[in-house]
């Protein structure tokens, strides 16, 4: 497994990250064992970069991590948590809380699900209007000087944001959705990013299975999967969104490759800043996935891509209107 590193303050990480949500939350059911061996499948294999969220089931995703991780290396992993979202018993979202008395709250619960001293990079999931991101980082910045984490970042934050946070305290990285078919970071996010010397990680790289290769109009969807209340996922958008697929489809097979690895590797290619976070839950897709870190894409691949897949192809927006309305990274 090659290595990257986040940003210019941040540590050297895996190329590839494994992102854990799936395994707890909102895309229906899970097996626990078969989670557990794929994380350490992913292990084995190289990657050291593991994405979780203390709200992901509820805590259950941390447990789950701890669970995974005894017995080996804790140095071997480098764990990234966000925070901030308030759930309810029944698994309902009751907003965000990013204050500081907040933070470290949620930190000394964190620290005791995972059984670990430290966080390597803690970020909160989103921000809050009622919470300048100064005091956010601020906040932060306090718990990197006890030593209970190592890095902060940030999730899905405008490149305005990014810069006051900055200026506060170094930002290792920002989390945000980045695809084939999710491209706004393109036009101040990811060059203010590189500007200011601050890594990428990219979690939806296969749009949550939508660019997968393997979704198709017949797959049916449980309640408890957060992708049947998505605007790419339903109606007409779904057909329009699997016609892009196809369009891609027709790019990765001549090249012996499937769908899943061609979008992968173009999120690789895009800057070496840039770390891609994998959402499997099972070891097979865990291995396909991998295969992507292997593939070389030339200019006329990527300008085939480019052409198959342009920016704004996309048919319907990434969440709901309620969620689109907390993100700060899409506001103008």
Do not use: C
Not at 104 to 123: E, P, S
Not at 152 to 161: D, K, N, Q, R, W
Request: proline content about 4%; cysteine-free.
């Amino acid at each position: 497994m090659n290595t990257r590193t986040l940003g210019t303050t941040g540590p050297t990480v895996s190329a590839l990250g494994l992102g854990l949500m799936g395994m707890s939350d909102l895309y229906g059911a899970a097996d626990e064992a078969e989670s557990i061996a794929t994380i350490h499948a992913a292990l084995d294999a190289g990657i050291t970069l593991l994405d979780t969220g203390d709200f992901y089931g509820m805590g259950h995703n941390e447990l789950l991590l701890r669970d995974a991780l005894r017995g080996r290396n804790r140095d071997n992993a480098l764990i990234s948590v966000k925070f901030g979202a308030l759930r309810d018993a029944d698994g309902g979202w009751n907003g965000v809380d990013v204050r500081p008395a907040a933070i470290k709250n949620f930190l000394a619960y964190t620290l005791r699900r995972l059984g670990t001293d430290h966080v390597d990079i803690y970020r909160p999931a989103r921000l809050s209007p009622d919470v300048p991101v100064e005091d956010v980082v601020g906040a932060l910045a306090e718990l990197v000087k006890a030593g209970h984490i190592r890095h902060i970042g940030l999730s899905e934050v405008s490149a305005e944001t990014l810069r006051r946070a900055h200026a506060v305290h170094p930002i290792t990285d920002l989390q945000i959705e980045y695809s084939l078919i999710s491209r706004n970071p393109e036009t101040d996010i990811l060059p203010t990013a590189r500007e200011l010397g601050v890594g990428i990680t990219a979690y939806g790289v296969l749009s949550r299975g939508l660019i997968s290769g393997h979704w198709t109009t017949r797959r049916e969807t449980s309640d408890a999967d957060f992708r049947s209340h998505l605007p790419r996922f339903s109606g007409d958008n779904l057909d329009r969104n699997l016609a892009l697929v196809d369009a891609l489809r027709a790019i990765a097979e001549p090249r012996g490759v499937t769908v899943a690895q061609i979008a992968i590797a173009w999120v690789l290619a895009r800057g070496e800043n840039i770390v891609p976070l994998i959402g499997a839950r099972r070891r097979d897709r865990l291995t396909e996935a991998l295969g992507a870190a292997a593939i070389t894409l030339t200019e006329a691949d990527l300008a085939a891509i480019e052409a198959a897949i342009p920016a704004g192809a996309a048919a319907g927006t990434r969440y709901d209107e309620a969620q689109m309305a907390h993100l700060d990274s899409e506001r103008a």
